[in-house]
């Protein structure tokens, strides 16, 4: 099957329980087949950029 790699990369914000926020930094790779959409490369990767702008979004909501 021919495709096209290509990286992702995904910062996902984190709370310790202490209050303070730091950042995951996720890299993958991805190979493109026939216009597949980039969350069919790897959903685990993508619920969890999708579950850092939830986090992000009620945090700025909250503040």
Same mark, same amino acid.
């Given at each position: 099957?021919?495709?096209?790699? $290509?990286? $992702? =990369? ?5 709370k ?5 926020? $730091?950042? $995951? ?32 979004? =009620? ?5």
């Amino acid at each position: 099957m021919y495709g096209t790699w $290509h990286w $992702h =990369r995904y910062v996902i914000s984190c709370k310790t329980i202490s209050g303070i926020w $730091h950042w $995951h930094r996720y890299e993958t790779s991805c190979k493109t087949i026939a216009g597949l959409s980039a969350s069919t490369c790897d959903p685990i990767v993508a619920k969890l950029a999708q579950r850092s702008k939830d986090v992000r979004a =009620r945090f700025t909501l909250s503040n």
